[in-house]
């Protein structure tokens, strides 16, 4: 089967965010393929290539990471949400005139047509809120 | 198989969780996760309620551990992401209360 994932959590708080990441892994895992992961609200945190956690935590970016380097999973940041955040990839940052791009080159910055798309391609979405 | 998916990522204090309870229908499954897995927790309101709806009652076994309930949800079933993953094979829709 084709998933789409949306996730809504953020990775600074909880544990869902992790959850998803795992969740995208294993849909993999068990021979299905992933449409995309869009990110929405706070979930769009997930996409800092600055956020630093404690070295007793798990690494919240790594797993986002190996999923679109090693399986091409597309992983998008909602472009209204992100901004709001200050997660900015290199094309909006140099728009906006802001110092540095906050967000990891393994995701892009787009809108939300791109979560209808992603779940109408799908034969499932999955969210993970909270 | 036509079956709704619940995922409960809220306390059992929640709006979520007695709006989710609520609307919990016997075939229904049930996956709680975070802090939604206080509501499977053996001689709890909830739990009675959860037995109540005729649903199946999954708890995802990393948040069971986490918040250390692990060995006082009883007669709900104890899942892995794996078991996540086969769960939505299973049901054609899925509704997020958090």
Not at chain 1, 5 to 20: D, H, I, K, R, Y
Not at chain 2, 29 to 53: K, T
Not at chain 2, 54 to 62: E, F, I, K, Q, S
Request: proline content about 3%.
């Amino acid at each position: 089967m084709i998933y789409s994932l949306l996730v809504m959590s953020s990775p600074a708080s909880g544990q869902c965010a992790t959850t998803a990441a795992q969740f995208a892994r294993a849909v993999l895992a068990r021979g299905h393929s992933i449409k995309r992961v869009f990110f929405l609200d706070k979930g769009t945190s997930s996409g800092s290539a600055m956020a630093v956690f404690p070295q007793d935590e798990a690494d919240r970016l790594a797993p986002w990471v190996e999923l679109a380097e090693q399986h091409q999973v597309e992983l998008i940041l909602c472009i209204a949400s992100a901004l709001k955040y200050g997660m900015l990839d290199a094309t909006e940052a140099q728009r906006r005139e802001k110092p540095a791009a906050t967000v990891h080159p393994a995701f892009s910055v787009s809108g939300l047509g791109q979560l209808v798309e992603a779940a109408s391609a799908a034969d499932r979405l999955i969210t993970f809120g909270g | 198989m036509n079956v709704i998916l619940h995922t409960l990522n809220a306390s059992p204090a929640s709006s979520a969780c007695s709006d989710c309870l609520r609307l919990l229908a016997s075939g229904d499954a049930l996956l709680l996760l975070g802090d939604g897995v206080y509501a499977a927790l053996a001689g709890s309101a909830d739990r009675a309620r959860l037995d109540a709806s005729g649903a199946a009652v999954y708890v995802l076994d990393t948040d069971a551990a986490a918040a250390g309930v692990l060995s006082r949800v009883d007669g709900v079933t104890i899942i892995d992401i794996d078991g996540f993953v086969a769960l939505t094979e299973q049901c054609s829709r899925q509704l997020a209360w958090y």
